[in-house]
Every structure is written in C-alpha cells, then in structure tokens.
C-alpha cells in the first residue's frame, strides 16, 4: 500500500517561504506534537512561538495561499494540510 499524501501548491508554497525565511525550520518540528487540528499553528507555532506573529503586515489571504490556513478536520478527525506537512518534513528528514 503506498501511503504517499499529494502536496499541494499552497503547502509547497509555505515550504519554501519557510526554507528562506528560516533555513533548517523543518528540524525544529516535533512531529509527535498534537496537530489541534490547525496547520498554521502546528507548524508556525512551533517554529516561530507564534502563528499569528507571522501574519503580521501579510495580505489575509497568506496563510491560505501558503499552506497554514487549514483548521478544518477531515471525516478521521486529521487535517489534512496537517498530513502534508508532515509528510513533507518526513520526506526531508529521510525518515520513512
């Protein structure tokens, strides 16, 4: 059974905001923290202190159209943006 996620462009955009913004984000992810259900504060939240902080002087669009606007849970109680990311940083990490 292959259990590769399709990532998204938005999620791919937020990644590579992320990459330069802040090189090495992915290695301060905990991937065992609970998800909430918010993709923004899941991964923002832990890389920054602050999802909302990051929002700051950005159109209200941003957080959607890079991946951190997700707070909405699948038919599994996931999110799905949730599942992208971190497949993502496991991707990077070479963990499978």
């Known amino acids: ?5 399709e ?3 938005e999620v791919q955009r937020g990644v590579d905001w992320l990459d330069n913004q802040t090189p ?3 290695k301060d992810i905990d991937l065992l ?5 918010d993709a923004g504060s899941w991964v923002l939240g832990q ?4 999802f909302y902080e990051c929002l700051v ?3 209200l669009t941003w957080a959607e159209t ?7 849970l699948d038919s599994t109680g996931s999110c799905p943006l949730i599942a992208q990311w971190r497949q993502m940083i ?6 499978s």
């Open 1 to 5: 059974m292959n259990d590769t996620i």
């Open 24 to 26: 090495g984000w992915d």
């Open 90 to 95: 496991v991707s990077r990490r070479g963990q």
């Open 47 to 50: 890389v920054y202190g602050d």
């Open 57 to 59: 002087g950005k159109p």
């Open 33 to 37: 923290t609970p998800d909430m259900g």
């Open 66 to 72: 890079h991946g951190f606007n997700g707070s909405w």
């Open 7 to 9: 990532i998204s462009p």
